[in-house]
């Protein structure tokens, strides 16, 4: 079974509208992080949020948003007012702080192409 | 700029060259991983030093050998490539290998992209 799911291959945005990009997680480990992180065209994967699993509050970095909804296990991300730099891959990554010797791992989705029209 | 520093930025070569990646990173991270990312898939984990020293190998083929020189140096020695090889090569490092709670995200570099002729 998917650790992480990503259900949208492919997204859609008007400029300066807000969109979600989902993310479903499959884990029994208490302890757990949650990473969002982009990638555009250039190839650089560049980390945007994190939510730890014990974080009472959700995560918030200037326009990106983390939607955690812990019983659901599912950690959307937001990006409030689109830019057409947002234009990219968007993965979300998972890693397991108690899975003994593989605590080092990130386990990602298979990403959401978002393409922000102007 | 990112604050991982990967060279070249392109790199192709025949079957039978012996070519190195490079990747540098003054975060003072005591961990560096190198991954694979095909066209459209997420990056796939192919080794992590831990304080300089291999700890991780994800059952890569030994045309591949990193070595980390020092704290700052990761290297990826490549060898007898096949065509399938051809990838992103991406450089990542964080705080150290991630025990314990705590937001530790992985720092990346821009990758290597990879063609083997």
């Known amino acids: 079974a998917q650790k992480i799911t990503q259900t949208q291959p492919g997204m859609f945005v008007q400029e300066k509208e807000a969109v979600t990009l989902d993310c479903t997680y499959d884990?029994?480990?208490?302890?757990?992080?949650l990473f969002w992180y982009k990638q555009p065209s250039s190839g650089e994967m560049i980390f945007l949020i994190y939510?730890?699993?014990?974080?009472?509050q959700n995560a918030t970095e200037g326009r990106y948003s983390l939607n955690f909804q812990k019983a659901r296990k599912s950690a959307n991300l937001v990006i409030s007012a689109s830019q057409l730099g947002d234009s990219a891959m968007y993965f979300c990554a998972m890693r397991e702080l108690n899975s003994g010797g593989s605590n080092y791992k990130l386990t990602f989705g298979k990403g959401t192409l978002l393409t922000v029209n102007p | 700029d990112t604050e991982v520093t990967q060279t070249p930025k392109h790199l192709v070569m025949g079957m039978t060259n012996k070519k190195s990646l490079k990747c540098e990173q003054h975060?003072?991270?005591?961990?560096m991983y190198w991954y694979k990312q095909k066209a459209k898939k997420p990056p796939e984990l192919m080794f992590v030093?831990?304080?300089?020293?291999?700890?991780i190998n994800e059952s890569v083929p030994s045309r591949f050998s990193p070595e980390c020189p020092n704290s700052s140096l990761l290297n990826l020695h490549l060898h007898a490539l096949q065509p399938e090889d051809s990838a992103l090569y991406l450089c990542a490092s964080s705080q150290d290998m991630g025990t314990g709670v705590g937001n530790q995200p992985q720092h990346f570099g821009d990758g290597t992209r990879l063609s083997i002729l």
């Open positions: 939510q730890g699993s014990y974080d009472q």
């Open positions: 884990t029994s480990d208490p302890s757990y992080g």
């Open positions: 975060m003072g991270h005591r961990a």
């Open positions: 030093y831990s304080y300089e020293k291999l700890s």
